[in-house]
């Protein structure tokens, strides 16, 4: 099974997409997808009852608007830097241990939304991430127990001003966080179906040129670690998300660099999981 959300965007409903395809609602046993649903067993009882043959469920319609998979996370946590090549494309050095940094969560955004281009914006640019989903409290875990504390994963696109980023002063969080950069989906793959997070194949393509593609097991920090890592220094609560990095090939990595404009088209994917398509669109 995988987890969806459907509807207006702040009033999405749970749902979920069996092995056949189907995509049933459930509202009627869930409210939503957020930090208590995981926190107290939502997603086993979720399987409990697909498994149970989902009874009294309703079809989501066809054409609903599918929202990101899980409801807006306490926090987002990115890792900067995190594949060798990437690293050497942005410069300022190889790290030797995790680049953390944050997205506000307002930047919450569905899998087919468009991206709005900040007013003011000229360096716009994409990341085609693992998104990693937190199943329960996570404070200074030990690495070998890191994977008992994940629900799943999904796909994320981790898009950046980068003027805003790198040329304005202090931290990058003040690039990462405009309103819709944070689009992820279109579902969420529970992590008992994915056998190795660290052996997907991740690709990102811009007006159907191949951009980026990599393999997550050119992390140079992986899962187990970073989950680990990470709570060390915050506690992870249930729904939080943690961003893995990107692959070679940004924009602002090529030369010259070839940031985004209104119009453009960016489509991303990982085996195994999904792939999502956002349209760039000038800001009203």
Request: charged share 25%.
């Amino acid at each position: 099974m995988k987890l969806i959300r459907y509807g207006e965007p702040g009033r999405e409903e749970p749902g979920v997409i069996l092995e056949d395809g189907r995509r049933l609602d459930v509202g009627g046993q869930f409210t939503d997808y957020d930090e208590s649903f995981f926190a107290f067993g939502g997603l086993e009882a979720l399987q409990a009852w697909v498994d149970d043959g989902c009874p009294d469920a309703e079809e989501v319609p066809p054409e609903a608007r599918l929202g990101p998979p899980i409801d807006r996370p306490s926090k987002i946590v990115c890792v900067g830097k995190n594949y060798l090549e990437h690293a050497k494309e942005f410069g300022e050095g190889i790290p030797t241990e995790p680049v953390l940094f944050m997205k506000a969560t307002t930047c919450w955004s569905g899998p087919f939304d468009d991206v709005v281009t900040p007013p003011g914006s000229t360096k716009l640019d994409y990341e085609v991430e693992l998104a990693v989903i937190i199943g329960k409290t996570a404070s200074n875990i030990k690495e070998e127990h890191a994977l008992d504390h994940v629900a799943g994963y999904s796909v994320f696109c981790d898009y950046s001003e980068r003027a805003w980023q790198k040329e304005m002063g202090g931290q990058w969080t003040k690039g990462k966080s405009h309103d819709t950069f944070g689009p992820m989906g279109p579902w969420l793959v529970p992590a008992s179906q994915i056998s190795d997070p660290q052996g997907l194949r991740l690709w990102c393509k811009v007006n159907t040129e191949l951009r980026q593609n990599g393999w997550t097991g050119d992390m140079m920090f992986g899962v187990r670690h970073l989950v680990s890592y990470i709570s060390r220094f915050m506690t992870l609560l249930p729904g939080d998300v943690i961003a893995t990095g990107t692959p070679a090939g940004v924009g602002m990595g090529m030369k010259p660099p070839r940031y985004l404009s209104p119009g453009d088209c960016v489509e991303l994917g990982i085996e195994g999981i999904g792939e999502m398509k956002q349209r760039i669109v000038a800001s009203h």
